[in-house]
């Protein structure tokens, strides 16, 4: 089968369907970064998380809407097809990873402040849940944190375990999984009381971790010392005040270590830190182009952006030597787009 977009990027942007539709495919501009799409909409509903296996053969999504989780077989030429869903035993599905075997899918609950595990079988498909562990306690906020809420999994670079931020509660769970996909508890790290850690990045080289707080508006700053993680800085999410209460959302390091992003719902913008020796110095905040930008991805040259309220994916080319991109402009009309990944 002849693959007509081998020297074309394929960009897959997952979405809310409840005024729209599924996953979208698309493919890439090399020389503008604007978007034409490649597929039809799959028919998933709530796939508002994606992700990929190590081969890029088999995208899953959660279903937010329904507390399931799908698998998608994809084509040479892009195509998704899916392969069924499984529950997740939780509420909200809200992010999900395939785990560094390839063997098993890991999923953050936040309704339920859950974590559950589907093994990953020869064909790409999901089984029936393998384990799930529910967290426990509230936090200061009593509107945003009257439970647990797990928001993200990240595993570190050594492969050997995952941290699950919980924003009800405040807390970065580390566990790991057993041969047979049971989940292990490692340890339990404290956030600040009322920040509400939401998403992780991990350093490429330092494994420094940086943390997305969406109740104060802040990034939280972890050192790895032994095999844990402390606390030892803090700095506001955005370079500028904002003028209206500000929502932290996805965090993201340039793969050369240099940058760290954060996309900013409120102020709608994505701000560019500094890596420095002593923590993050702040670059500038770049208008996300559109409204409420609930995820980001670096893609080659460009910074995509998906801009859930204005239902639009925006992007600009990255200035190489600043980090900073281009004015984001609008390359495709997405409704409650949520999640961008490269294919």
Excluded at 16 to 45: F, K, N
Excluded at 211 to 220: G, N, P, T
Excluded at 249 to 269: K, L, P, Q, T
Aim: hydrophobic residues 35%; proline residues 7%.
């Amino acid at each position: 089968m002849i693959n007509r977009y081998a020297d074309r990027m394929l960009i897959y942007v997952g979405a809310y369907t409840s005024t729209g539709g599924g996953i979208r495919c698309y493919e890439q501009d090399p020389s503008t970064g604007v978007l034409t799409e490649a597929h039809p909409p799959t028919t998933a509903v709530d796939p508002s998380f994606l992700a990929w296996d190590a081969a890029r053969a088999n995208l899953y999504a959660v279903s937010e809407s329904t507390g399931g989780v799908e698998a998608f077989a994809r084509s040479d030429h892009g195509l998704l097809t899916s392969l069924g869903q499984q529950w997740t035993g939780g509420t909200d599905p809200c992010h999900l990873v395939v785990d560094p075997t390839g063997r098993f899918l890991v999923t953050a609950n936040y309704g339920t402040g859950s974590v559950s595990v589907h093994p990953i079988e020869a064909d790409g498909s999901l089984g029936e849940r393998r384990d799930l562990v529910e967290h426990g306690g509230s936090g200061p906020d009593a509107e945003r944190q009257e439970g647990p809420h797990a928001h993200m999994i990240a595993y570190r670079p050594s492969g050997g375990s995952f941290y699950v931020t919980d924003l009800g509660t405040d807390q970065i769970h580390e566990y790991a999984l057993s041969p047979d996909g049971a989940i292990l508890p490692v340890r339990t790290i404290p956030a600040e009381a009322g920040s509400g850690p939401r998403h992780v990045a991990i350093h490429p080289t330092t494994g420094i971790v940086y943390v997305s707080a969406e109740l104060d508006s802040s990034v939280l700053i972890y050192r790895p010392q032994g095999d844990g993680l402390t606390l030892t800085g803090k700095i506001a999410a955005t370079a500028e005040l904002p003028a209206e209460r500000n929502y932290p959302s996805h965090i993201e390091c340039s793969a050369d270590g240099r940058f760290v992003y954060v996309g900013n719902r409120g102020a709608d913008c994505v701000t560019v830190f500094e890596v420095t020796p002593d923590g993050l110095t702040p670059v500038i905040d770049v208008p996300a182009g559109g409204r409420w930008p609930r995820h980001f991805a670096v893609i080659g040259d460009f910074f995509y952006v998906a801009n859930q309220y204005s239902g639009t994916v925006t992007a600009g080319r990255i200035d190489p030597a600043t980090g900073v991109p281009d004015d984001l402009v609008v390359v495709a009309e997405v409704a409650e787009a949520s999640c961008v990944l490269a294919g």
